[in-house]
T-cell receptor, first 112, second 114 residues
Framework: SQTIHQWPATLVQPVGSPLSLECTVE??????LYWYRQAAGRGLQLLFY??????ISSEVPQNLSASRPQDRQFILSSKKLLLSDSGFYLC???????????FGQGTRLTVV | GDSVTQMEGPVTLSEEAFLTINCTYT??????LFWYVQYPGEGLQLLLK?????DKGSNKGFEATYRKETTSFHLEKGSVQVSDSAVYFC?????????????FGKGTKLTVNP
């Protein structure tokens, strides 16, 4: 069966520090991968999506970047965090655009 | 670009009432459409989907029909239960230049009272 791992669950980082959130998928190959930020009243905001290794599409310009160094690994990064980067980040995967997406447990990021 | 607009919440109903949550979309291609549900304290899970025009998705008494002419995918249920209290998200998936994106609406919180 397929599983998705996302870590850490919670993270407190000072302003200006770097960020690296990791997401890995098991039990499938060549998945579509997504990063979202979920905020109350704004739903799920799509940040990045990827259909293959090294293929990253950005939906919203921001202080974040994403990379896919391996088929089932998706990393969300920042060189210097801002207060406004605080939020709940979700990773998800799907086999294709016509199939169900499965979500990780999320990371609660607080920038102080 | 692609976007999803769903009715603002929150929505409060009595048990056995009829539910409609409106959802309209904008897409450049031929999207697939989804409804996801998030129960309190849980993650998002797929409720139903439709992958082409005029398809009807259904699950747990909920239904939604893919209407290309009105670019809509409204969620309906004839008789809601307390256990249906959750946040409902409309979503679309579209292929743009080989990249398959998945875009969500803002969510509608439903509360069903006994």
């Amino acid at each position: 069966s397929q599983t998705i791992h996302q870590w850490p669950a919670t993270l407190v980082q000072p302003v200006g520090s770097p960020l690296s959130l990791e997401c890995t998928v098991e039990g499938t190959s060549n998945p579509n991968l997504y990063w979202y930020r979920q905020a109350a009243g704004r739903g799920l905001q799509l940040l990045f999506y990827s259909v293959g290794i090294g293929q990253i599409s950005s939906e919203v310009p921001q202080n974040l970047s994403a990379s896919r160094p391996q088929d089932r690994q998706f990393i969300l990064s920042s060189k210097k965090l801002l207060l406004s980067d605080s939020g709940f980040y979700l990773c998800a995967w799907a086999r294709s655009m016509n199939t169900e997406a499965f979500f990780g447990q999320g990371t609660r990021l607080t920038v102080v | 670009g692609d976007s999803v607009t769903q009715m603002e919440g929150p929505v409060t109903l009595s048990e056995e009432a009829f539910l409609t949550i409106n959802c309209t979309y904008t897409a450049t291609g031929y999207p697939s459409l989804f409804w996801y549900v998030q129960y309190p304290g849980e993650g998002l899970q797929l409720l139903l989907k439709a992958t082409k025009a005029d398809d009807k998705g259904s699950n747990k008494g909920f239904e939604a029909t893919y209407r290309k002419e009105t670019t809509s995918f409204h969620l309906e249920k004839g008789s809601v239960q307390v256990s249906d209290s959750a946040v409902y998200f409309c979503a679309l998936s579209d292929n743009q230049g080989g990249s398959e994106k998945l875009v969500f609406g803002k969510g509608t919180k439903l509360t069903v009272n006994p």
